[in-house]
């Protein structure tokens, strides 16, 4: 009996989209929460939790704003950490392409809001991987399946 096919494209496009949807919101939280190089300098640059969110404002930021971005930030981690989740069930388990496949596709969209779309390529390669592992079958099963019933009906 030969090993089952898997959906290897859309598990690698999906994990590579996962990874720049990480990415993505890593950058938010330096943007939210600050980053040495992205700063200002001077004692506003100096101060816990402005960035370069409040810096770019020049101190007309309203406080619940550089709150709301660690928020989306949050949220495009998680969508990160869902869309790798995924495409590893989606390898692991490829008979329930259809859920998997849901999922990264749902979670790829959704990542707009809290990681940019994976700086815009995740959103693409995971928007690519969602819709092959939701079109894809296992050809190979098929194949066994007819052979079998061929040579028991002769």
């Known amino acids: 009996m030969s090993e089952p096919m898997k959906p290897v494209a ?10 720049f949807i990480l990415l993505g919101s890593v950058v938010m939280f330096m943007f939210a929460l600050g980053f040495p190089g992205m700063m200002m300098g001077g004692i506003e ?12 404002m020049g101190g007309m930021m309203v406080p ?19 869309v790798i989740l995924g495409s590893v069930m989606l390898y ?24 940019m779309g994976g700086l815009l390529v995740g959103l693409v ?12 079958n296992d050809a190979g099963k098929l194949r066994e399946q007819a052979h079998v019933a061929l040579s028991t009906s002769a």
């Open 92 to 115: 692991t388990r490829p008979a329930e392409n259809y859920l998997w496949g849901a999922l990264i596709l749902a979670f790829s969209v959704v990542s707009l809001l809290g990681s």
């Open 45 to 56: 640059g100096m101060q816990v939790g402005t960035g370069m969110t409040a810096s770019m």
């Open 64 to 82: 619940w704003m550089l709150g709301s971005v660690s928020v989306l930030a949050a949220f495009g981690l998680a969508s990160g950490i869902m």
């Open 10 to 19: 859309a598990f690698i496009l999906s994990l590579v989209a996962g990874v």
């Open 125 to 136: 390669l995971g928007v690519l991987g969602g819709i092959l592992a939701l079109t894809w």
